[in-house]
T-cell receptor, first 116, second 111 residues
Framework: DGGITQSPKYLFRKEGQNVTLSCEQN?????MYWYRQDPGQGLRLIYY???????QKGDIAEGYSVSREKKESFPLTVTSAQKNPTAFYLC???????????????FGSGTRLTVV | SQQGEEDPQALSIQEGENATMNCSYK?????LQWYRQNSGRGLVHLIL?????REKHSGRLRVTLDTSKKSSSLLITASRAADTASYFC???????????FGQGTTLQVKP
């Protein structure tokens, strides 16, 4: 079945450490996105990528970095510069049509990152 | 930046009743989408309504869109305990396909 896979499901980070969250999709979607969700809150956009080798900052990109070397992969690195990284991280993908209206996103099941 | 604001923030109803959630947004949009999130899980796409549409149905879901008031509503009819979840509206407003999500409505359906 086609889908989007995030790993790991739970991740613990020590202070000052960089960690990388994996996101892989086999839906042949062009666009991929990373969101952060804090308890009881909505989703905030970290980074997004419309095509391979290209990505743009979202609303809260500081302290994060991404790469898009392959169409199916969009890893997110949470750097030590991110002062409050404890949150639930969601990856999504979509395939906007020619009219750019777009269809719904497909989401992964999320990674819960905790700083210890 | 948050585009949509859902109302109410929390809703508790009995099984069999209808649930209505509202979403307001600020800028012009191409489409508005509703998503569902079960606790600790990813979001699931429910329905998309385009800016030139006023109403759309999918099973027990009914979505309306009023672009003059910059608002949308999601109606879940004959609710079930399994409908208990958080519901988010999201607006798409540019060629990027980027969506901006609201804060969500937490729905509890009591059996």
């Amino acid at each position: 079945d086609g889908g989007i896979t995030q790993s790991p499901k739970y991740l613990f980070r020590k202070e000052g450490q960089n960690v990388t969250l994996s996101c892989e999709q086999n839906l042949n979607h062009d666009a991929m996105y990373w969101y952060r969700q804090d308890p009881g809150q909505g989703l905030r956009l970290i980074y997004y990528s419309q095509i391979v080798n290209d990505f743009q900052k979202g609303d809260i990109a500081e302290g994060y970095s991404v790469s898009r070397e392959k169409k199916e992969s969009f890893p997110l690195t949470v750097t030590s510069a991110q002062k409050n990284p404890t949150a639930f991280y969601l990856c999504a993908s979509s395939n906007p049509n020619r009219d750019h209206i777009g269809y719904g996103y497909t989401f992964g099941s999320g990674t819960r990152l905790t700083v210890v | 930046s948050q585009q949509g604001e859902e109302d109410p923030q929390a809703l508790s109803i009995q099984e069999g009743e209808n649930a209505t959630m509202n979403c307001s947004y600020k800028t012009s949009i191409n489409n508005l989408q509703w998503y569902r999130q079960n606790s600790g899980r990813g979001l699931v796409h429910l329905i998309l309504i385009r800016s030139n549409e006023r109403e759309k149905h999918s099973g027990r879901l009914r979505v309306t869109l009023d672009t003059s008031k910059k608002s949308s509503s999601l109606l879940i009819t004959a609710s079930r305990a399994a409908d208990t979840a958080s519901y988010f509206c999201a607006t798409g407003s540019s060629n990027t396909g980027k969506l901006i999500f609201g804060q969500g409505t937490t729905l509890q359906v009591k059996p």
